[in-house]
Structure formats: C-alpha cells, structure tokens
C-alpha cells in the first residue's frame, strides 16, 4: 500500500507522498495530498489561508477563492481492512481521471488521503487472513481465517483502540495524526470502519440529540450531516446496496476520529460497512466478499469528494463562525480562567500542560502565585487556561464535567474530562487572572538535575509521578531502598525540609557498592525521572522517625508476570503493558494462558489478573495461583478479575446485595427492552472517592478526594476488615457522565481498592480500572503502590 502510494505521487503531479510519523512497529504513517497541480505549487499558501477560519482575530479570506480542505481517514481498527483497499481505490481515481469533473473537484479543494490510521494493526490482521487463504475461498463463519486469535488485529501494537485516543493521545500514531491534523484543521473527515458480517451499510446522521456530543453547535448534527446525506444515499441507491441511519453508532466522546473534527468547526463523520473478516464470509442472505465492502466505502469515499466541493463554502463559512460563536462564548462565560497545578507533581502538571498544547489549547504561566476559591497556586508550579479563546470547546472537554444528556444508552463513554483523569488539581476563576507570557512546549521538556553527594543518605519524594521511574532503576542496578510509613521531617541543606508517607530513603552506607557509584546511580535516577533527589548527612530528623527506624520498610525489586491471552481483557493488559514499558522503563512478563501450566511462577513476585471472560483457569491453576500468592508475594486484580476472584473464593470480599427487581411483574413494550435495560449499564462515569493516604495503596496522595473511572457493574462492599479499604466511593459520588439512578444507589459507599491478605501475601484489588485508555494519571500511583510498595 505504501509503495503504491509513492508510486501514484511519482507518476502524476496532483499528488505528494508524506511520511508524518511511525508507529510503534517502525511501519510510516503516510498521506497522499490530492490536489490540482496549481494548488500544490502554491500549497502552504493555501494552507496558511486556510487556518485564517479558525483564528477570529484575523481576517478571514473570500471562501468563494479558498479550497475545502477534505482528510480521508481510513481503517483505524486495524482487522476492518476494506476501508484502506478502497482509499488506494480512490487515490488511483482521483489521480488518474481525465473527467472534467474531477478536474474541477481538484482545483476546489485539497485532499489528503491517510489510508491507514493503523498500520500495525492492519498488517496483523492481513497476516493472519492471508495466511489461511485457501485456493478455494472458505465463507463458513467458523473458518480459522474469519476468527483471528488473541488480541486480534483490531489495535495497536500496546492493543490500544486507536478510535479512542484522539483525545488522550496516549499512543504514539494518534500524536503523529493529531500533529498532521493541527496542520490543516480540515472541513471534513471520515472514519471508516467495519461492523458485524449479517448487517448492512451505516453512514451518518447518527441518533439525533442522544447520540451527539453536547457541547457542538446544532448547526453541525442538523445542518452539515444532513447536507450530506442525501450523496451517501444517492450512491448507496444506484447500487441497490442496503444501508440505515441515525441508528446505533454515536458522536458523543470527542476522543472518536468522528467526533474530534466536530469540536474543530469542521464536519467529522463514520462510516461502518458489513464486514467479510477475511476474503468471503457468510451472513444471513448472501455471502460477503471482500471486493463487495471495498466497492460501498469507495463510492461514499468519492461522493465525499463530491459534497465537500459543492457544498464548499458552506463549510467554510461553518468554521469559521464556529470559532468566532466559540470565541464569545469563551469571553462571556461564568468561569474566565481556569487555573491548575499540582505543586507536589511536577511530572504530572507538565503531561497534562503539553496535552492541552498539543491540542492547541492556549495556556499561560501565573504572573503571580494566586488564590482562587481558597485553593492557592504557585507561580512556577501552575498554569492558567483562559476561556476567551477560539478553543473554547476543547477547554470544556478538559475541565467542564458533564451530568446531564438527553439520552441514557451510550455506545461508549459518558465521561470525559481529562483534569479529573489527570487528577489535577484546578479551580474556575469567574475573573479573568492576570496572565503571564505563554506556555511553550519546549518550556515543559525535562531538565538536568544535580544531586549533591550524601554523607548518610539520599531522599525523595513519592508524591512525583514518575518517582517510581528512579526508584525501579535503583533498584535493578542493585541499590537498597526503603520507603516511609510516617512522615518526618529532615534537615537538607541546613533547612529543615517535610517529607510524607512512601519517600523513599537509600541509604549511603547500607550497600554493596561505594558511595561514588551509588551517587552515579542516584544521579542517573534523578535524570531518568525529572525529579529532585535530596542529599542528607545525618539520620536524625528534626520531627517523625529518624532514618534508621522500623518505620522504614525496604523495598523489593518487583518481578512482574501478567496473564494474558484468551479469555483475557487485551485493553487492559496493553494499558498496563504501555504504562510500564513507555512511562516507568519496567519490564512485564507476558504469560499467555496456554503457557501458565508449565510458567514457573517462583520467578516472580507480582502477577497480575485483568478482567477474565468466563472462567478461564481450572480448579487446579486456581489452587496454583492462591497457594504462590499465600506463599508471600502480590496478586494484583483489576476490574473483572476482582468478581472472578470471589467467585473462585481467591478472597473473602463480597459483591454488594442486589435489591429486588424494581421491574418484576411490570409490564412494557417490547421495543422499549433495549434502552430500559441499556440505561442500566454504566458505560463510563467519575465518580468521586475517598482514599486513605496513610495506607500503603495511597502512599503518595496528598488529598483525600479522588476521582475514579468506572465503566462496569461490579459493586464490591468494603473490606471487613476495617483498615484495608483504601477507596470508596462517596456518597455523593457522581461527578461526571450519566448513570441510572438504580446502579448509583448501590455504588454509593462501596469500595473502589480493596487491600486483602492471603496467608502471607498481599492481593491488591481494584475494582475499578486506574490505568484507563492510558489517561488516568490520577489513580496510576494506586497501581505502581501495589508493585513496589504494598
């Protein structure tokens, strides 16, 4: 696919072959711009003009004279490969065609063509379907070639759903796009993607009110999306092929590739074409073939081409009122400034900052240390965010939560605002603050840090996010470390200098090595993770324990194993697999399922269940597992491997009682199942909890209200035990998204981390996910506790 891609931009002067990143695997993420040969003689000109939409301070050029900006997306998930089949299709054509049509499509606008938001995933699936190709085409469902194994081609290489990150940006190909993207801020984008063999075509509009994201303009969902239409229907008639709308699919979580381009004044839309999984497959009437899906995204992919041109400067007359209506929208809003800063988390506050630039979003440095709402801020250490800014929209997708919707079925998450994933402390200003110059990405990039030589020992805090990056490479270099169960305070630099719970301590004089090797270590350590190392010279402290106390526990390098395989959440086994080997430099041993019985599991002292479909493990590995946990080391659970362990009697928590049907005995209408009973589910909510810093699962928090994601059903009680429920939800819990008022009764009070016991072992229960779609920064420490600390 990229060498035809060259090969089209080398034979023809429409065309120009970009390479705009790689993936993880190292494949080059590529777009074809496709545009008369005029255009791209003058191409960052156009480009330049372009952008004067969305700046209303400047003016904007004559759209009668501009070309529309169109980006055809294609095959995010990576095992719906028709898509990508048919944007080499529509690259040809637009290439090649000698119509006039076509001709004066090109003058009037500018199309880039990204055929593979996914390349890793792609080629995974192509792989496995090629490689069981037979001569004779197989359509039988139960054909090996139809079925891909665990985990499938449709993510990343860290299994990620690349469809679901537009937003968090936690995977390497959705910065490289969202970078690319920011460069042109088209009219237009598609999504194409593939859906179950038995359905039909989907094209948008999707369900109107409940099915949108809330904070975009009507005249998006009722103007534009219905503007096109009408060719999606047109071209899907000629061929007779079936096809619905406003069904099913959404465009509420703006991380979607459809809905991102809606926040940006411009028309995102999906496509879902009935999927052959392979070459042929059956369905419920005719057998799909791979050419037949790759013929229905080829004609919706040209009568895009062909709407973006007729209907040009309607759409850029929508985005550029989009962001004037955004801009005073921001200027007159009740919260001005949004401020925020976590003063003890350097780390974190910079992730967070870059986020927000890397999405365009205007953020400045405090003139001055400020106070809003009682919550202080340091100069330094915090940053304000504006709302008089043509990125309004996006600025209340990061700190505006949202309770209230017109539906309550989602296909997806409710929930979305990313300071309360990040964890981030932040207070709304209804003034404007005094602003100081503008936050540079370069100005978040990491600095050198120098460590004085100790006399007796070295000291840092556990309240840095990336803190447990130092202490792991001390840790595998051979470097003894403890971690504080009390607070105290030391003497650093002739000051006496506050540390909390869980600050590591590694003694000068307590080693294998000597004092100049552990300070090369210690240096390397403090490089490593951004963080200040202190250096003290006596074991005395001015208050709390001193250095050589009990209250100092040492700290074991973990071992880490992970089942995974079939029967396994892969999402969640690459969210833990992406945090450890890209944020914290720790390696994690991947067990499949069917390699467990002859895995040695004394060469670990953590393992880690993810949520398990059905019941995956015998009565016999079940026994293996609690007998290697009871022996001394961690079994750490996450989300459904918490039910699955109380079933299975792993501990001796309990799910939280199920009242009695409110509906038994009812009678409704047939039709109205669905969404009653969809309206239950909790697809993905905040909910605000209740964390014990003092134990060690909170050791590095420094504010007893947290936030938690929970998008599951699985309602725990507290821990008998009364000191080891280090989470729980509040009874005022919810913050952000919808939840039906049934499920929020019951998981009110209950528990969010639970620390069990198991002979001697440790079980880390977290019922609910703190590593999710790798945006969760807030609840990621609660995890890394569970692997050096608890």
């Known amino acids: 696919m990229v060498a035809y891609m060259e090969a089209l931009a080398a034979s023809s002067d429409r065309a120009n072959f970009e390479v705009i990143g790689y993936t993880n695997e190292m494949r080059p993420q590529i777009v074809l711009t496709i545009t008369d040969p005029a255009n791209h003689n003058n191409l960052e000109s156009i480009r330049q003009e372009h952008l004067k939409y969305t700046t209303p301070e400047t003016t904007a050029p004559d759209p009668a004279r501009q070309p529309v900006i169109v980006l055809l997306g294609y095959n995010v998930h990576g095992n719906e490969p028709s898509s990508t ?14 119509s006039k049509t076509v001709k004066e499509y090109l003058k009037n606008a500018v199309i880039l063509v990204d055929p593979a938001f996914n390349p890793d995933g792609r080629d995974r699936h192509s792989h496995w379907a090629n490689m069981h190709k037979a001569r004779q085409l197989v359509a039988d469902r139960y054909e090996r070639e139809h079925n891909e194994v665990w985990p499938g081609g449709r993510t990343n290489h860290y299994w990620f759903d690349l469809n679901r990150d537009w937003l968090p940006l936690a995977q390497v190909e959705s910065r490289n796009r969202l970078a690319f993207y920011r460069q042109w801020l088209p009219n237009v984008v598609t999504d194409y993607h593939e859906m179950g063999t038995s359905s039909t075509y989907f094209f948008e509009p999707t369900k109107p009110y409940g099915s949108e994201n809330p904070i975009v303009p009507r005249s998006n969902y009722d103007g534009l999306n219905n503007l096109f239409a009408p060719y999606y229907r047109d071209a899907m008639d000629e061929m007779g092929s079936l096809y619905f709308t406003k069904e099913v699919y959404d465009n509420s979580y703006p991380g979607y590739g459809s809905t991102y381009p809606d926040i940006h004044g411009g028309l995102g839309m999906v496509f879902e074409q009935a999927s052959s999984r392979g070459h042929i497959q059956e369905s419920t009437t005719e057998d799909v073939t791979f050419a037949f899906t790759i013929r229905n995204h080829l004609r919706t992919s040209l009568a895009t081409v062909r709407a973006s041109v007729e209907n040009r400067e309607t759409l850029l007359q929508h985005q550029r009122t989009f962001f004037e209506e955004a801009l005073k929208k ?7 400034t949004y401020i925020f800063g976590a003063a003890e988390d350097w780390n974190r506050t910079r992730a967070f900052a870059d986020l927000l630039l890397k999405h365009g979003i205007k953020t400045y440095h405090l003139e001055q ?23 309004y929209l996006m600025v209340q997708t990061m700190f505006e939560p949202v309770t209230t919707f017109y539906d309550s079925v989602f296909y997806d998450a409710s929930s979305w605002t990313v300071a309360l994933a990040f964890g981030m402390p932040y207070e709304k200003s209804a003034k404007k603050v005094s602003l100081g110059d503008p936050l540079n990405a370069n100005e978040l990039a990491a ?18 996010y990336l803190a447990p990056k130092a202490l792991y490479h001390l840790l595998k270099n051979g470097v003894h470390a403890k971690t504080a169960y009390k607070p105290f305070t030391a003497n650093v630099n002739g000051k006496p200098e506050d540390f909390g719970y ?44 001193d250095l050589g106390s009990r209250s100092f526990e040492t700290v074991e390098l973990p071992r880490i194993a992970m089942l995974i395989g079939e029967g396994t959440s892969s999402y969640e086994a690459g969210e833990i697999w992406h945090l450890l080997d890209t944020r914290y430099d720790m390696p994690v041993v991947k067990i499949d399922m069917g390699e467990f019985d002859r895995a040695d599991l004394n060469r670990y002292n953590t393992l880690i269940l993810v949520s398990l479909s059905g019941n995956p493990l015998s009565e016999t590995q079940v026994a293996r597992i609690k007998n290697w946990t009871a022996a001394g080391n961690t079994l750490i659970l996450e989300r459904g491997a918490v039910n699955w362990a109380i079933r299975n009697k792993v501990i001796a928590e309990t799910p939280v009682e199920q009242k009695a049907d409110t509906e038994t005995g009812m009678r409704y209408d047939f039709a109205t199942q669905q969404n009653r009973q969809g309206s239950k589910r909790i697809g993905g909510v905040v909910f605000k909890a209740d964390i014990d810093p003092t134990h060690p699962l909170g050791f590095g928090y420094t504010d007893r209200n947290i936030h938690v ?18 989470v729980k939800l509040l009874d005022e819990a919810q913050v952000d998204g919808y939840v039906h008022p049934e499920p929020l009764a019951q998981a009110k009070g209950s528990a969010s981390v639970i620390a069990s016991q198991l002979g001697g072992g440790h079980v880390v229960c977290l019922i609910d996910n703190p590593n999710f779609r790798g945006f969760w920064y807030g609840t990621n420490r609660i995890f890394l506790n569970g692997l050096f600390i608890y």
């Open 369 to 391: 240390d400020a106070a809003v709402n009682g919550k202080k801020f340091e100069k330094g250490k915090a940053f304000a965010v504006p709302a008089a800014q043509a990125q």
């Open 709 to 726: 994601y929970r998008n599951h059903n699985y309602m725990i009680n507290p821990s008998r035990n009364p000191y080891q429920t280090v």
């Open 502 to 545: 869980g600050t590591i301590m590694v003694s000068v004089a307590d080693q294998s090595i000597d004092a100049a090797k552990l300070h090369t270590l210690v240096s390397e350590a403090a490089n490593l993770a951004n963080i200040n190392i202190h250096a003290v010279n006596s074991g005395f402290s001015a208050s709390g324990p």
């Open 85 to 98: 089949e048919a944007a080499i299709l529509t690259a040809y054509y637009l290439v090649a065609s000698e």
């Open 330 to 336: 921001g200027t007159t809003a009740a919260t001005q």
């Open 447 to 464: 600095t050198e840090k120098t460590v004085a030589h100790a006399k007796y020992a070295y000291l840092f805090s556990w309240t840095d």
